[in-house]
C-alpha cells in the first residue's frame, strides 16, 4: 500500500444541489467511470506539493494567508464538459477577471509566507468530476453558474478520499470585511 500524503489547497465550492447534479451528470456520460464524490466537488485555486505527513506550519502559514484575503464574490459559470482518457472535468468558456485577481492574491500571499505552489502548477480552473480511460469529448453543457462568495482552505487526505476544511472566508469586497456600527 502506497505511503499517505497530505496536500493543502484553496478552492471554492458549488452549492451542495448543485454538486450533486454536476456528478449526476457525470455518472450519465461515463456511468463506468470511478466519478468524485459530491461532497468533494470543487474548483481548486491554489495548491502546495504533497508531503509525506501533516505539516502544521504549511497549515498556520496558508490560514494566514487566507485572513487576508481581500476579494469580491464573483460568478462563475461552468459549462464545457472536458474529458480524456484519465479524467472528466467541467471547464469554463471564459474566465472571470476577479478569479484570476484571487488566484494573484493566493498565489502572492503563499510567496510571502514562504509556501510554495505545488511545482509546475498554473492556475486553470476547473471542476473534475471522475477518474476514467474512457473517450476524449469536449462540448458545452448547460452550465452550473453560481455566485462564488467564499474561499475554504482544505486539508487533502491523498489516498483517504478525505478533505478536512481547515478554514473559511467570506468574499466580503475588495476592501476587505467592513465593520458595522450598528
Not at 498556520?60 to 476579494?71: F, K, S
Not at 484519465?86 to 514562504?114: H, T
Not at 505545488?118 to 448547460?142: F, K, M, Q
Amino acid at each position: 500500500m502506497a505511503a499517505d500524503l497530505h496536500r493543502y489547497f484553496f478552492a471554492f465550492l458549488p452549492p451542495d444541489q448543485m454538486a450533486r447534479q454536476m456528478v449526476q451528470e457525470a455518472v450519465r456520460l461515463d456511468p463506468g467511470a470511478q466519478h468524485q464524490r459530491a461532497d468533494r466537488v470543487h474548483s481548486t485555486i491554489g495548491i502546495t506539493d504533497d508531503f509525506p505527513s501533516p505539516r502544521p506550519e504549511v497549515a498556520a502559514a496558508l490560514l494566514a494567508v487566507g485572513q487576508g484575503i481581500a476579494a469580491d464574490p464573483f460568478i462563475c459559470q461552468f459549462d464545457r464538459i472536458m474529458a480524456r482518457p484519465g479524467y472528466m472535468a467541467l471547464r469554463l468558456s471564459r474566465r472571470s477577471r476577479p478569479m484570476g485577481d484571487l488566484f494573484r492574491q493566493i498565489e502572492s500571499g503563499m510567496r510571502r509566507k514562504g509556501c510554495k505552489l505545488r511545482e509546475g502548477y498554473a492556475h486553470d480552473p476547473h471542476i473534475t468530476l471522475s477518474y476514467r480511460g474512457g473517450l476524449s469529448c469536449n462540448r458545452l453543457v448547460p452550465g452550473y453558474r453560481w455566485l462564488v462568495e467564499d474561499l475554504v482552505l482544505i486539508h487533502s487526505h491523498v489516498g483517504e478520499t478525505r478533505h478536512d476544511i481547515l478554514g473559511r472566508w467570506s468574499l466580503s469586497g475588495a476592501e476587505g470585511p467592513q465593520l458595522s456600527l450598528f
